[in-house]
């Protein structure tokens, strides 16, 4: 894989192949800079014809307005090839109010917290 060099150093991706399962593992911000770093770990991912490709959020610290498109349109890239494609919480706080000022963490599919709480609660023993 082949960083982006405007984006080398605040992005790292990390890819594991699990079975019919692609682990995509974003460490850092996701930006106009670092997007083509997203585009070619999830086209790598997608060479391997995975069923289910899952996109860890929980280490991004910053993401903007196209990071915010980039994630999107990896997404429907995922789905068009017949994978299930999950994003995966808990966010960083700037992560998470891009998603609620946006209304895009439903169509993210992002699992794993609930927005404006942090990660989700276990239910009280009865």
């Given amino acids: 894989m082949r960083p982006n060099p405007q984006g080398a150093g605040r992005l790292n991706v990390q890819t594991e192949r699990l079975q019919e399962q692609c682990l995509v593992r974003l460490t ?6 670092t997007v083509p770093i997203v585009y070619e770990a999830v086209h790598a991912c997608l060479d391997s014809r995975p069923s289910l490709v899952i996109i860890s959020l929980v280490k991004v ?4 307005c196209a990071g915010l498109r980039a994630l999107l349109q990896a ?19 700037p992560v998470a109010s891009l998603l609620a000022h946006t209304s895009t963490t ?21």
């Fill in 106 to 126: 439903a169509s993210l599919g992002v699992h794993g917290y609930d927005l404006g709480n942090g990660p989700p609660r276990r239910p009280p023993a009865t």
């Fill in 28 to 33: 850092g911000e996701i930006d106009l800079g």
């Fill in 75 to 93: 997404r429907q890239e995922i789905v068009r090839a017949g994978a299930e494609c999950r994003m995966h919480g808990p966010l960083q706080p």
């Fill in 61 to 64: 610290s910053f993401c903007d």
